[in-house]
């Protein structure tokens, strides 16, 4: 199994900053991409970001510009720095990891994490 935790959520004023840490820990044999998503109250959970263990990203349209995802191999670990928050950023922030375990069989599944609230007051 892969566990994933995130960290780095909390409370901004419009305009603030935030950077959001996602780590994976278990039987990791290798970890392909790496991604956030995120679920606003009402609405269906949606790709915000995602990078490829070689380090090729993707934006929603939403955040291009604001946000930035980037991740350390040796760390499991990947982050997403969003900058210029807005209101309608208010959401939990998930991370998904797309891996392989030692003894789970030969190939690729995703794995989530619980989430991490960010809130933005205006």
């Known amino acids: 199994q892969v566990q994933l935790v995130e960290s780095g959520g909390g409370l901004v004023q419009d305009g603030g900053s935030l950077r959001l840490s996602c780590a994976a820990s278990g039987s990791i044999f290798s970890i392909n991409a790496m991604g956030w998503y995120r679920q606003a109250p009402g609405k269906e959970r949606e790709l915000v970001a995602v990078?490829?263990?070689?380090?090729?990203?993707n934006y929603a349209d939403s955040v291009k510009g604001r946000f930035t995802i980037s991740r350390d191999n040796a760390k499991n670990t990947v982050y997403l720095q969003v900058n210029s928050l807005k209101p309608e950023d208010t959401a939990v922030y998930y991370c998904?990891?797309?891996?392989?375990?030692?003894?789970?069989?030969?190939?690729?599944?995703?794995?989530w994490g619980q989430g991490t609230q960010v809130t933005v007051s205006s």
């Open positions: 998904k990891a797309l891996g392989m375990t030692y003894g789970g069989g030969n190939y690729y599944q995703d794995y």
């Open positions: 990078i490829s263990s070689g380090g090729s990203t």
